[in-house]
């Protein structure tokens, strides 16, 4: 971690500790750099990140004002490495349902870059939220990046393993979101009735370099799982 | 417009207008420089611009690439000035059910920083595309600020008013997502069937300076309408 970003999380930390609400204000960037003990141009790369992060705001000739809105047990929509982060004073547990190597369908092989005659991990599984279904996530990686998966790895964080066993980075993601109604099979593996509603995540997972190597498609309870997005102005 | 995101906007219709695809390269720094004739500071702004709004991304020593999936009809849950830019190819219109200045909800207040006392514009209307009903939208706009509105203005586009006609900086915005069943009355201005599914958005959209100005809850019929997300992992 760079010293920026250790001090972004410094300050993260000390918003979370002392409970600060949208719109207090944080010391002056002077008295940052003091506290911190580190330049001018670093504390703000350090501020800048928190801006990204949307924990922070900063207001030009007025100062530096905390963001967060917390809502307790709201998955982001914008953190892309699962939601282990968000979800972390819960028990996630997962049930594997299918698992194995097996050619892409032809959504999975155009998401991933891939031939149909090409080799993928599909991984079928239930998510649980402290024993209650959280949702139902059929994924496809890709072979060539993603070149080993086995039981135990899948019935943990997929994620984690990714970035910190496999060592790759994980770079950006593009998210399509559907509402419908649950079929019988999603129902009946959720604990639900056939025909309530369902929000449906299609999620293509890419590394710092471009290269997609996950295409997944989760499927959420709809009386277990809220979502929050911070948007920005800048990204219309 | 400042130079750089002028040149970002040109940047942005070129990869529109020569349909490039995920993964295809862009020119270099050095010849975007020489293209639009400006400064390498400027040309990297540009680029920063255009990687916050995931139309691009940099690899390090590799290049800059186009980013963007376009799936015509998806609404952006990041883009935060209503969706009239997302489905500018389709004709967005409104029916006003209800319009008037009230005391706001317990709810809207404390999203508004307002008193219970105090006044709010309150706007229910459904919109259409295509002539389909879209959502029901219930929003509270803080009288303080939105100092104006009629039947007119909330027929038509209200952000476009504020910001060019009441000539405020719209800033960030926190928006909260729940899937449910829809009840009798959303049901029958959507013209859906009581306990079909709805996707429920709570926002609350701030000024640049960080002041509350508007708290809606917009339900969505899931029949008409999709999103999208686009995530990136310095948001985590």
Redesign the interface.
């Known amino acids: 971690m760079l010293k920026y970003q250790q001090i972004a999380t410094e300050i993260e930390k000390y918003i979370e500790e002392n409970s600060l609400q949208q719109?207090d204000k944080l010391p002056v960037i002077e008295a940052l750099m003091n506290q911190y003990e580190v330049s001018k141009s670093t504390i703000t790369k350090s501020l800048e990140?928190l801006e990204?992060?949307?924990i922070i705001?900063q207001?030009r000739g007025?100062g530096i004002?905390v963001?967060r809105?917390h809502?307790k047990g709201?998955i982001?929509?914008?953190?892309?490495?699962g939601f282990k982060?968000d979800l972390e004073d819960y028990q996630i547990t997962s049930q594997i349902i299918d698992f194995d190597v097996r050619k892409p369908t032809q959504e999975a092989a155009q998401s991933l870059?891939l031939q149909e005659t090409d080799e993928v991990y599909y991984v079928k599984r239930v998510r649980y939220i402290n024993g209650q279904t959280l949702c139902l996530e059929e994924s496809y990686y890709h072979k060539g990046i993603i070149t080993y998966l086995n039981k135990e790895i899948i019935s943990e964080s997929i994620f984690h393993y990714i970035t910190e066993g496999l060592g790759l980075?994980?770079?950006?993601?593009?998210?399509?979101?559907?509402?419908?109604?649950l079929q019988e099979e999603e129902a009946s593996l959720l604990g639900l009735e056939s025909g309530?509603?369902?929000?449906c995540a299609e999620s293509?997972f890419?590394l710092?370099?471009?290269q997609p190597f996950d295409f997944s498609k989760v499927t959420?309870n709809?009386e277990q799982?809220?979502?929050?997005?911070?948007?920005?102005?800048?990204?219309?």
């Open positions: 719109g990140l990204k992060k949307g705001f207001v007025s004002f963001r809105h809502r709201y982001s929509l914008l953190s892309n490495q982060k870059n980075k994980v770079g950006f993601s593009d998210m399509y979101l559907q509402v419908g109604k309530d509603p369902k929000l293509i890419h710092t370099n471009g959420y709809y799982s809220q979502f929050f997005v911070q948007g920005n102005s800048h990204l219309l």
